[in-house]
């Protein structure tokens, strides 16, 4: 997958965040379950993905998106309707 | 004549402090830098000169002209460097037209209207270097600050100064007869709404001890002069040593030992701070400490405008910028600058620089919540004191958050490189 697609990129800041390869990610890991989130994780992320796609995302859009899957759907929506 | 009181180039060495307040509006004792150059002058009109983004919130709390040319026509000015630590009585410009020259520093312009009006034209930079070149030189014998620890250095004598200064001085609240004045009891003011609890000790063997109105003193404390509360502060169990100004509705508790805290902070628990300058809005949160002597006993180094400087001083601690919130636990090595409004989580010794508006979790520096995260948590907590934080305080800080962007990425983007163990 590209690093520039917007699943890459998503892909690529969740890596960074939790310290694991892009690779690695797949679409039904739970963030809290399978990668251990914490609170300051999911602000870390958010803030990360915020700036990397320059939108803006509502805590209780945030709390919706449960695994890597959902979130990437999420900001390959978010920024579409963004770019409209 | 008027006064007007100018920033020059040199605030960027007073970073992070500075990123958001003139350099004239650095605390060094009881008042800060500019209080004391315009206590020098009784009844003068001032006029203040600083970077453009401060101007709204400065202009605001001084209720003084700020960076307005015009204020300077008509009249006769002295124009002194706000980084002038002016000592009582000390500050006695030549009645002459001169530049007064500190290395190659302007301490201060004695100009006549005339000549201000034939160089005025352009910025205050400007008609300063215009004046300069213009005007007869001479050597003035005056201390400019120059960097962070300059303010802390200078604590002890300032505090005492201010002491001197102050009129109607003296013990007013009726004391409670288990409070222990330790020394001379001439050397300390209490102001009249101040509290002071039992099993409280103000030992002022050493210096003088000033405790401003609605200052609350809680049991078990131990304060040393030379010492400077300022009002709406309250001390928690604190065991505040030797030459410690604690600003304006401060909470603070702990181990204090020379150092400033700039007003409306928060050290409640135990934990030591040492030779540290804390600005604004800052909690230090429980067992959080600062180093301020290094193993070694070398001279400590500190970033500043990116490169690492020998203070020539074994004894420095930490210069935390506004807004930030230290965790539970943080261990800051001698001589570290914390930028303006980050947090950092404790558990272990953290970098000797952190950007503004990064935070450093579990071994690494990120962007963390993000600005319009943080802002809005400081909003709350500037409301909590009954501040409210002003569109144009929002827009300084964004300033702040611009300016510090490529120094932030940058060293976000090094210190993943060390988190992430290669694949």
């Known amino acids: 997958m590209s690093e520039t697609s917007i699943e890459g990129r998503v892909k690529k800041i969740i890596a960074e965040q939790f310290r694991v390869k892009p690779e690695a990610l797949k679409p039904g890991m739970s963030f809290m379950k399978d990668l251990m989130a914490e609170s300051i994780d999911t602000v870390e992320l958010i803030a990360a993905i915020e700036d990397e796609f320059n939108i803006e995302i509502p805590d209780e859009d945030a709390e919706k998106n449960q695994t890597v899957g959902q979130a990437v759907d999420y900001v390959k929506k978010k920024v579409t309707e963004t770019a409209k | ?423």
Not at chain 2, 75 to 92: S, T
Not at chain 2, 212 to 220: A, M, R, S, T
Request: charged share 25%; glycine share 10%; proline share 4%.
């Open chain 2, 1 to 423: 004549m008027r006064l007007c009181i100018f920033e020059d180039g040199k605030f960027s060495n007073l970073y992070p402090l500075t990123y958001t307040r003139p350099v004239f509006d650095l605390r060094c004792g009881r008042t800060r830098l500019f209080e004391k150059i315009v206590r020098s002058f009784p009844g003068v009109e001032t006029v203040f000169f600083t970077r453009n983004h401060l101007q709204p919130i400065f202009g605001d709390r001084s209720k003084s002209a700020t960076n307005d040319m015009d204020a300077l026509r008509g009249d006769d000015v002295l124009f002194v460097n706000g980084r002038i630590l002016a000592w009582r009585g000390e500050l006695k410009p030549s009645r002459d037209e001169v530049a007064a020259l500190k290395g190659e520093d302007i301490a201060y312009v004695n100009a006549k209207r005339e000549t201000i009006s034939k160089f005025m034209s352009g910025s205050m930079d400007e008609l300063l270097g215009r004046l300069k070149a213009e005007l007869s030189p001479l050597r003035a014998d005056v201390e400019l600050v120059e960097y962070p620890w300059d303010l802390v250095r200078n604590n002890p004598k300032a505090i005492v100064d201010d002491f001197e200064s102050f009129s109607g001085r003296g013990v007013f609240p009726k004391m409670n007869s288990k409070v222990e004045i330790y020394g001379d009891a001439g050397r300390v003011h209490i102001a009249e709404t101040a509290e002071i609890h039992p099993f409280v000790v103000l030992d002022a063997h050493a210096g003088p001890i000033i405790i401003d109105e609605n200052v609350k003193i809680l049991p078990f404390s131990r304060i040393e002069g030379p010492c400077s509360i300022g009002a709406g502060s309250m001390i928690v169990r604190g065991n505040i040593r030797e030459e410690v100004t604690i600003g304006p509705v401060c909470r603070i508790g702990g181990e204090v030992e020379s150092s400033i805290v700039h007003g409306y902070s928060n050290k409640y628990h135990t934990g030591f701070l040492g030779h540290a300058y804390v600005g604004e809005w800052v909690n230090i949160g429980a067992l959080t400490t600062n180093s301020d002597l290094k193993n070694d006993y070398s001279n400590v180094e500190v970033y500043v405008n990116g490169n690492l400087f020998d203070t020539g001083d074994t004894k420095v601690g930490s210069f935390i910028g506004d807004h930030t919130k230290l965790g539970i636990g943080c261990l800051l090595n001698t001589g570290t600058i914390v930028g303006v409004g980050c947090n950092l989580l404790g558990g272990e010794v953290l970098p000797k620089y952190i950007p503004s508006f990064a935070w450093f979790t579990r071994g690494r520096i990120s962007r963390g919540s993000g600005f319009r995260r943080t802002v809005e948590a400081e909003r709350r907590v500037m409301s909590r004191r009954g501040v409210e934080m002003s569109p144009s305080y929002v827009q300084m800080l964004q300033f702040t958050y611009d300016m510090t962007k490529e120094e932030r990425e940058n060293l976000i983007k090094r210190s993943k490189g060390r988190a992430i163990p290669e694949a």
